[in-house]
């Protein structure tokens, strides 16, 4: 069965300037990149592993590596192509079988590394069409305005354990066939398996104080 897994790097964070490739772990000197790269050779080969980008940096990232690369032109590298369009672009250029199975692993989740573990359960749940990595919440959501969304205030204000659970989606892992994604323009489909992450695992980097506190838990024993 074929497997390979994609990468999508942008080089003009918005919120993070060069957040995918400026030094994350020093002791290693590794960016997020490099870190996602070395994550990834656990399990997939060198030649299974794609980072589709427009950067050069990335370019020459996977020239370091060894590690295949899909160049996206710069109309789909901005924040304002809407994303479906942008799923498909890089999924037809990388011209694998349409029953491929294929991995998205987003760099700016760098404490998850359980590639294998989500490849398998993607193929070990046929009545499943795709996987998604998310974090179980039990926790009390407002909306805007301050109307409850998931529990009754006042007299009927519930305990948190007994909150039904809502699960955020992490970004550190998408799992599907190449032939359903680009069916659906998506990443995952109406049926997907949840894989639940820790809390460690779910940390996402999207702003310079996520950055810089999770360069602070590198090192750190079960992290």
């Not at 996206?72 to 192509?81: F, K």
């Not at 996987?131 to 204000?157: A, Q």
Request: aromatic content about 14%; proline content about 5%.
């Amino acid at each position: 069965m074929n497997k390979i897994c994609i990468i999508p790097v942008r080089e003009g964070s918005q919120r993070v300037k060069l957040k995918n490739f400026r030094v994350f772990d020093e002791a290693k000197n590794q960016s997020l990149l490099d870190r996602k790269i070395e994550q990834l050779t656990e399990f997939y080969t060198n030649s299974e592993i794609i980072i589709s980008s427009s950067s050069n940096m990335a370019y020459e990232t996977a020239k370091k590596h060894s590690v295949k690369f899909s160049e996206r032109i710069e109309n789909y590298s901005n924040s304002t192509t809407p994303w479906p369009a942008v799923v498909n672009h890089i999924l037809t250029n990388i011209n694998s079988p349409p029953e491929t199975i294929v991995t998205w692993a987003l760099c700016t989740s760098p404490f998850f590394s359980r590639y294998q573990e989500a490849y398998n359960s993607f193929v070990s749940n046929d009545s499943k069409d795709s996987l998604i990595s998310v974090y179980k919440r039990r926790t009390f959501f407002l909306k805007e305005d301050g109307t409850p969304i998931n529990f009754n205030p006042s007299f009927w204000h519930p305990y948190s354990q007994k909150l039904e659970p809502y699960y955020e989606i992490t970004g550190a892992c998408f799992i599907a066939t190449l032939n359903d994604m680009l069916k659906w323009s998506y990443w995952f489909g109406p049926n997907p398996y949840l894989l639940e992450t820790d809390y460690f695992e779910s940390l996402d980097i999207d702003e310079m104080a996520d950055f810089n506190a999770s360069t602070k838990l590198l090192g750190i024993d079960n992290v």
